[in-house]
């Protein structure tokens, strides 16, 4: 496997791969990266799709890109997905993929909405009970904190291997606008991974002008579930592939010896029953290695959902420890699903049901919340909440089946164990009423009104996840596993704890990448995999960047360095892009 970029490679068909027709494949998952890895397989590796089989434990497909619930009992979704241009893995598949709106791909349906309705923030973050916070488009970020930034970004890895953010962070960086936008918009924390921030800033350095408004930002016409999941999954289906469900895998057992790694048997209870599947080195075997919404737990209306760290057998984490356990290029589990309290937040699916909660949405978003076009244009965060509260409203309808009347809101808080501003209670210990409640104090709704509206105007359904950012977690080298470790035949990791190159986790583009690496190497597809797009490598696009992380103010330029800028193509650049 190697990467490319262009488009000679982008547009070109590769051959089919040698041994293919007497190959078949075990995804075991039906997350978008098993999904996206049996469309690669078919697509790319011309295996017939009545050869692939995906495993997945649930009765449902899509793990973490979810939508579901109804008009009666409210709409649920665990998270949203921000998606943008250069999510090159992503759009390789979806151009290929059907789309169920349009005539046309899933990728040329994303592609005109988002022409014809950009997406942008008007108002990002609020104070003093739905007051604009007055962050406009400014970073507030100090000389201190601009050097830290800049140091992180220049580190090697090594240096930031088991470091926290607030090891390298100083105060000066964690009371800017930076941070605010930062943490609250990809749910990083103080004791997250130094290493992981690094990678973000790097990978995301050209959007670095549309973190404050979200213009940076793309997303689906519905949910992701109804959006990415269904067309996929209606595509897979009409081209043979099993989705095979209730199919809790518990073990892939391997042969190994100092030449190679082969994977043996897959060991599964179906329906309650223990079996399992012997395995040749044509069965090509893909495990998702750890999950985000493992334990997730639902609550309701009148009940808060309960908080459930434990690792139980039959899971992914189950299942990545015993895989684990039999070498150790498998990665280590434990870095990741151990601390639960550093991994965990919790978010809720609201439901309006009475017509004055959208006029307070209207008054923050400033736009009307049911014209099928942008509303808040992401999060909206509360900067004075002591949850550290964000909610957003993306277009509606945002489920197909949802009512001209509701409203659907995604609301999360990043401090789930302290007393919130109005309902004096942990937030992991609220219902949904609680929730609604909190939500509506900081939305602006006159106190007075707050507890009746909450009892009667919403529902809303909490969801408590205990390992949701469980991949921001410092990490070390062999922490996660190589896609397809040295060695190994039959088998490779994919999803959000296997270890690629140069990309960041908790986006739909790494689930996707891993997914494309791990095919192309199994079997040994002759065409490249597109690389992370390399804005940190371009001069322009890093120029941009210090222009606005300095909030507009430019560097003086000293009399010696004078002669070295003026008339040169350098100094051109740096004027143009306002450095100096």
Known sequence: MYYSNGNY??????KKPDGVDSKSAYLVGAGLSS????????????????RITVLEASSLDGGALDGAGNAETGWLIRGGREMEDHFECLWDLYRSIPSLEVDGSVLDEFYWLNKEDPNFSLQRATI?????????????????ATKELTDLVLATHEQLYDKRINEVMGQQFFDSNFWLYWRTMFAFEEWHSALEMKLYVERFIHHIDGLPDFSALKFTKYNQYESLVMPLVAWLRGQGVTLQKNTRVMDVTFDISAEKKVARRIVW???GVEGGLDLTEDDLVFVTNGSLVENSQWGDHKTAASFDPVVHDGGSWHLWRN????????????KFCTSPEESQWESASITTLDERIPTYIEKI??????SG????????????????????VNRQPHFKAQPDDQTVVWFYGLFTDVDGDYVKKPMRDCTGEEITREWLFHLGVPVDQIDELAATGAITRPCMMPFITAFFLP???GDRPEVVPEGVVNFAFIGQFAESTRDCIFTTEYSVRTGMEAVYQLLGVDRGVPEVFGSIYDVRQVMKSVHYLRDGKKVPVAGFAKRYVEKTMVGQLLEQYDVI
């Open 35 to 50: 999904l996206a890895a049996a469309a690669f397989l078919i697509r790319d590796g011309q295996m017939k799709g009545e």
């Open 9 to 14: 490679e982008a547009f070109a068909r590769p």
């Open 323 to 334: 895989i684990a356990a039999q070498h150790p290029s498998f990665g280590r589990p434990d």
């Open 365 to 370: 978003a400033k736009r009307p919340t049911r």
């Open 128 to 144: 003093n009970q739905g007051q604009d916070a007055g962050t406009g488009m400014i970073f507030t970020l100090g000389t201190r």
């Open 373 to 392: 076009k942008v509303v808040t244009g992401g999060i909206v965060s509360a900067r004075d909440s002591a949850w550290l509260l964000s909610w957003t």
């Open 475 to 477: 990490r070390t080298a």
């Open 269 to 271: 209870i179906r329906d």
